[in-house]
């Protein structure tokens, strides 16, 4: 079983960047696909990125493809999620998850271990 804990979210304006990390701790990332969402208020959430166990294939969502990119260093154990040219609609909580899987999982149900979240407000 492996912990997640998320940090790097906070407020900045369009057009600005973070990056998120995901820590986890009690199994090595490296066992999983991780995967970043997303919740806005009164929505769904949504995947947002996905990187494979092997690092080598990587899904996004069609709103952040070209400004969004997500990594892994499993040597530190922690997964990335650098957003630039940040927009309004990217507000929301932002969870990094991990799935029991080697390829890339695009399914929320299939995400086995959640991080608590962290908000990401974009002002305009």
């Known amino acids: 079983q492996v912990q997640l804990v998320e940090s790097g979210g906070g407020l900045v304006q369009a057009g600005g960047s973070l990056r998120l990390s995901c820590a986890a701790s009690?199994?090595?990332?490296?066992?999983?696909?991780m995967g970043w969402f997303r919740q806005a208020p009164g929505k769904e959430r949504e995947l947002v990125a996905a990187i494979s166990r092997s690092g080598g294939n990587t899904y996004y969502e069609g709103s952040v493809k070209g400004r969004f990119s997500i990594s892994r260093d499993n040597a530190k154990n922690t997964v990335y999620l650098q957003m630039n040219s940040l927009k309004p609609e990217d507000t929301a909580v932002y969870y990094c998850a991990a799935a029991e899987t080697g390829v890339v999982v695009a399914v929320l149900f299939e995400y086995d271990y959640w991080g608590q979240g962290t908000q990401v407000t974009v002002s305009s």
């Open positions: 009690g199994r090595t990332v490296s066992s999983y696909c």
